[in-house]
C-alpha cells in the first residue's frame, strides 16, 4: 500500500513538473493572425468542428467538464488557454503535445482557424487583428492559385502553383506544397511533402489501391506548406483516381442481426419447430384429458340408466 | 360412501385412513383466513408501490444507463432457477425409477408453478411501460434470445401446471366424494376438475400417457428455459458473462435453490399439515443427499467459471474478479461461496445433519445465498462497461437497489406465497392414490418374502 502510495505521488509530481513547464511556441509562429475576420457563421462552424475534434477531452467551453487526464486538459474558456495569442492556440492544435494529438494533418489550416473562432467566442475582451494580406516576396501583388491535374496513365497528380497578376502568369517556384485525400476521419497525405520545379509543377503518386465512392471518385486537397508566405491558399478538387467501392449493406441478407423478416432460416425453423413440437404434444396432452372425460361420461350414464332399471 | 370411490386393485380403508389424513389440512380455517389476508394486505401495500413505478418510471429504481440490470433481473434469474425442482423431482427422479419421490412430487410441483408463474411477472416489473409487453410477441425477433426466453418460460409454466394437475385427477375426485361439507363453490370446482374421473382402468391408462408424455416433455423444456435465460448473459461480450459453461453453470445452480426451497416447503407442509407419517426423516434423508449432489455439481462449475479467467486475468475480467473477490462485493461473494455452498456441503457429510430441523437450516441459508449469487452474477459485470461513459453523476456508476425496487421484489415473494397457499389448502399436497398404490406394493412385496 505505502509503495503504490509512494508511487503514486511521484506520478503526480512528474505530471505537475509537466504542467509547470511552460509550452513555448516558436516566436515566429506566435505572432501567427488568422487570414480571415471571425464571424458568426465562421464561429457557428468552429462550434461544429469543435464538437467533433476537441470536446471528447477538452468539454463544453465554460462548463469546466474537460476529461481527468494529466495533465488536464483544461477549459477552453478559462485564462489558461485564453492568455495564449492566437498564433499560440493555432500552433497547439496543428502540432499538439504529449496527450494532446497534432491536428495538422487531420484538418486544414482554416478548420483550425475556425475552431479558434469558436475558442475566441467565450473571450468577452478579445478584439481579433486579421492577418494583412501578403505582399511580401517574389510575388507581392499577385494572386496565387494552384491546380490539379490527373496524368493521363492515372498514377500520378501533377500540381501547378502560379501567381497571378493583372494578364501575366508566372509559375511559382521552389515553394513546398502538400497533397491530401479527404477521409471521414480527416485527411490522409498522400506521399511526401514536394518541392515545385521551375515551371511551377510537383508531381505526386498516387496509389494504385486507394479506395474511391461508388465512381472511383476521390477529393484530394492541395496546399502549400508555407502558408505564412503564399497564405491561406488550397484547392480541392474531385480526381477519378480510386478503386470503384460498391457500399455492401449488412442488412441486404439474411443474418442474425437483421430484423425477424430477414432472420437466418436455420433459426427460423429450429425455433418455429421447437415450439411447434412442444406445444403439439401439450395439445396432445389436453385431448387425452378429453378421453378420460368422455369414459367418465359414459360410465355415468350407464350408471345412470342401470339405477333407473 | 360413493360407488364411484372404489378405486380397483386398492382396498377402500387404506383411501379411507390416506384420505382422511391428507385430506384434512384442506378446508379454510382461521389460521389460513388470518396468514391469506396478511399476505393480501402485504400484496396490495406493495402494489401501491408499484404503481409509484408505473407512474414516474424505472428512475424510481436504482437502474441508470451504467448497470441497467439489478434486483429484478437478478430475482427473475432466481425465480427461473427454483422452478427447475419440479423438472429435477418428479421427472427425472421419477423417471429412473426412484419410488420414494412419490408423496414430495406434488409438494416440488406446487414450488415449480408459484415460481414459474411469478417469474413472467417479475420481468413485467423490470418494463419501464408494461403496456408494450405484447409488442414481445408482435414484433418479437426469432433471434433473440430475450424471445426464446418468453417462450419457455410461458411453456415451462403450462407443463408445471399440467403435471401438477394432471396425477392429482385421481385424488380431486377422492376428494369431490368425500369433502361435500366443504364450501359449495370449492365442490364445484373439485367437480369440473375431476374430469369425470370414475376411476377406470382405461381412465388410469390414458392418464398414465398423458402424465409420461409431460415427464419426458418437460425435461427438455426445462433445460432449454435455465439454459436461455444463462443466454440473456452469455451471449454477449461482457466480462463476467462472457462464459461458454454459462448453461450448464445456471442449471446446475437451479438444482441448488430449487432443492433448497423444496426442503423448505417440505419441512413446513410436514409440521403444518401433521403430515409426519407420509414425508418422513427418511424422505429428508434422501433430499439432502440430492441436495449434497447437486450442490458439489454447482461447486465444481463454479470452480470452473472463477478459476480460468482467474488464471489468464485477463484486463476486464481482472476488474470483475478483483470486485468479486477481494472489492466491492467481496463480503456477499465470500458468503454466498461458503455460507451458501461449501460450508452446507460438509455439514451435509454428517448423518445428523440431514434431519429435518437442520436441514430446513442450512436450506434457508442455501437458498438465501442462491438469491444473492443471482444478484452477484446479474449486476457487477455491469460496473466495467467497455465503453468509456462520459460526465454522468457519480450516483449513476454505482447500483444500489431503491426502496421501491426492494419492496417491488418482495411483492414477488408474497405472490410465490400466495399461489403455494392456494395450492396446498384447496388441493391435497401428498398424492393420496398413488401413496395407496406405492404403499400397497410394498405390502405385497414384504408377503411375498415371508
Known sequence: MKKILSSLLLFQILAGLLIAQEWTVPADKKGRLSPFPFSDSIRKAGLQLYSLNCMSCHGTPGKGNFQALVPP?????????????????????????GQMPSFKNTLASKDIWTIVSYIRSFNPAYVQSVMPEITSGAYSGAVIALSLLLNPSRDSVMLKASAIRGNSVVPVTGAGVKLFVRRTFGLLPLDEEKTTNDQGMAFFPVPSDLPGDTAGKIQ?????????????????????????????????????????????????????????????????????????????????????KKNES | MNSQDQIPGLEQEKIDSLSADILRPVRINKSFLLWITFLFLALIICLYVYSIQLRKGLGVTGLRDITSWGMYIANFVFFVASSLVGMLISCVLGLIGFRWVTPIARIAEIVAVAFAAVAGLVIISDMGRPDRLPYVFLYGRVQSPI?????????????????????MIPDIAVARTRLQNRPSL?????????????????????????????????????LAIHTVTSWLFAVTPRAGWDSTIFGPYFVSGAFVSGTSALLIAMYFFRTNFRLQSYITDYHFER??????????????????????????MKKFDAFHIHELFAGHYAFAFWLVQLGGLVIPIFLLIFRFMRKPLPLLVISIFMFTASWLKRYLIVVPPQGHPYLPVQYVPQEWMVYKPTLIESTITLATFILVLIIITLLSKFFPVVPIVETAREESDQEAKSHEKH
Open chain 1, 220 to 304: 484530394v486537397s492541395a496546399r502549400f506548406t508555407d502558408e505564412d508566405q503564399f497564405g491561406p491558399v488550397s484547392k480541392d478538387t474531385l480526381l477519378q483516381v480510386g478503386l470503384k467501392i460498391e457500399p455492401v449493406s449488412l442488412v441486404k441478407d439474411r443474418a442474425m442481426w437483421n430484423v425477424v423478416r430477414k432472420a437466418p432460416w436455420w433459426i427460423i425453423l429450429t425455433y418455429s419447430l421447437g415450439v411447434l413440437v412442444v406445444w403439439g404434444f401439450i395439445l396432445l396432452v389436453l385431448l387425452k384429458l378429453r378421453d378420460i372425460y368422455i369414459i367418465g361420461e359414459h360410465i355415468d350414464s350407464v350408471g345412470a
Open chain 2, 287 to 312: 433430499v439432502a443427499r440430492l441436495l449434497f449432489l447437486v450442490s458439489v455439481v454447482y461447486l465444481y462449475f463454479n470452480l470452473n467459471e472463477f478459476l480460468v479467467p482467474a488464471y489468464k
Open chain 1, 73 to 97: 486538459p483544461g477549459d477552453p474558456a478559462t485564462d489558461k488557454i485564453q492568455h495564449n495569442a492566437d498564433g499560440e492556440l493555432f500552433y497547439k492544435v496543428s502540432e499538439g503535445r
Open chain 2, 147 to 167: 424471445l426464446w426466453d418468453v417462450t419457455v418460460v410461458t411453456t415451462y409454466f403450462v407443463l408445471s401446471l399440467l403435471l401438477w394437475f394432471l396425477p
Open chain 2, 186 to 222: 370449492l365442490v364445484k370446482v373439485y367437480g369440473i376438475l375431476s374430469f369425470k374421473w370414475v376411476h377406470h382402468p382405461e381412465q388410469y391408462k390414458i392418464l398414465n400417457q398423458a402424465v409420461k408424455i409431460l415427464i419426458i416433455l418437460i425435461i427438455p423444456t426445462a
